[in-house]
């Protein structure tokens, strides 16, 4: 006799078909940085606003995300923390296995750069040392959101013309969306044309939650 919940497991089936779609796993990232329109997603990653608006309902029926009216827009968002916890293992884990595998090293990460990367843990000594200025690179409506305590709003696009703001005395330490994000390395670039020592945290803010909740 099966003493299995065959009913449950359809439950789960239905949750990683949704997720096993490389454009959703994209918008889920999204999503996790801050509720975002249709006409936000469909900007942020280059599809059409009819493709976008079919992967949310996917992602919709599997309680993924879930959605609000806002005066005359539609936001969506990760439908709870659960879920965002449950995301953050998921690209954490999956980036190390693509890492072990040797499939992501070469077109994602430049292995001259490692030195210039810094962990959660080197960041709390550095920041607790009062030795760097930490930046936030991402659209300021996401770091309206959630942020690393500490941190300074420069958006990457409008960096070159804050850049009088930061010191040419301490490190600065620039961070985006976590290590699938491109954002942090554009501003490393051009801190460093600037005259800027910079460095990058490869975590995102919900890995320094997630850190934070299990230490």
Request: with cysteine.
């Amino acid at each position: 006799m099966n003493h299995t919940n065959k009913e449950l497991f359809e439950q789960y089936s239905l949750m990683g078909k949704a997720l096993a779609n490389s454009n959703r796993l994209e918008i889920m990232s999204l999503l996790m940085q801050s509720p975002k329109t249709v006409e936000n997603i469909a900007k942020d990653t280059d599809l059409s606003v009819a493709n976008v608006s079919k992967h949310l309902q996917t992602l919709l029926k599997a309680h993924l995300v879930k959605n609000q009216k806002y005066k005359n827009y539609i936001y969506y968002q990760v439908f709870d923390v659960n879920i965002e916890n449950m995301l953050t293992l998921f690209f954490e884990t999956a980036q190390d296995q693509l890492v072990k595998r040797n499939v992501i090293k070469q077109n994602f990460e430049n292995p001259k750069e490692d030195d210039y990367i810094l962990t959660i843990e080197d960041l709390e000594e550095k920041i607790q040392a009062k030795e760097v200025v930490l930046i936030d690179v991402r659209p300021s409506e996401e770091y309206l959101t959630a942020h690393i305590p500490g941190a300074i709003s420069m958006p990457v696009q409008e960096l070159e013309s804050m850049i009088n703001h930061l010191p040419k005395d301490k490190e600065i330490v620039a961070y985006c969306r976590g290590p699938h994000c491109l954002m942090a390395k554009e501003a490393i670039a051009i801190l460093e044309k600037h005259g800027r020592q910079a460095v990058r945290l490869s975590e995102s803010v919900n890995d320094w939650n997630l850190h934070h909740i299990s230490h």
